[in-house]
């Protein structure tokens, strides 16, 4: 089993750098990018087990290089239930090399947003949560292009703090984060 999953893994990443080699010099320096962005509590967050990883689609500015721009979102509307995110971050590449093939940088981020959620509990009761949140993240992206458009994987940690509201009731939350996303850049 762990095999197979091996022998697929490395297909896939075979296939993905023979499509990368072959656009000979592809501009990869874009300035707008729309993709997928998470991220999930490492260390010291209290969550319930059946919380998903946190994130939505994204879309980065990165005309003003070395500083970037970043919206992270989602809306659920999903009968009496509701869940809304949205994020924003500012980053500054402290190490950025730029090769015929790919864009590879280091960078500290800040970033904050807010989520609101409104479900219902198995009594029947309404319970509305709102959190509002703030962090500093140091993270890395390799941009590389596959089949002439330019992607970006990324990776970050950082800690974060902030307050949660559970109807009246409000309490502090701070903990480690890890955060993780693709974008395509036009």
């Known amino acids: 089993m762990i095999r197979s999953i091996f022998c697929l893994m490395a297909m896939v990443l075979g296939i993905t750098f023979s499509f990368s080699t072959q656009t000979q010099a592809a501009d990869l320096t874009r300035n707008f990018g729309i993709g997928l962005q998470g991220a999930t509590p490492a260390y010291g967050l ?3 087990e059946s919380e998903p990883i946190l994130g939505g689609i994204s879309f980065r500015y990165n005309g003003l290089a070395p500083v970037y721009f970043q919206t992270v ?3 659920v509307l999903n009968d009496q239930d509701n869940d809304h995110i949205l994020g924003a971050s500012v980053s500054y590449a402290i190490f950025e090399h730029e090769s ?3 864009i590879a940088r280091l960078y500290f981020e800040l970033e904050g947003g807010g989520r609101y959620q409104k479900k219902q509990e198995l009594n029947q009761e309404m319970l509305t949560t709102t959190t509002l949140g703030a962090g500093l993240a140091f993270g890395g992206e390799l941009v590389f292009s596959l089949g002439g458009i330019p992607l970006g994987l990324n990776v970050k ?3 974060g703090f902030g307050r949660e509201t559970v109807d009246s ?3 502090g939350r701070a903990g480690v984060y890890v955060g993780t996303g693709i974008h395509a850049y036009f």
């Open 46 to 48: 209290v969550q319930e």
């Open 73 to 75: 979102g989602h809306f």
């Open 100 to 102: 015929q093939w790919n």
């Open 157 to 159: 940690v950082g800690q």
């Open 169 to 171: 009731q409000s309490k």
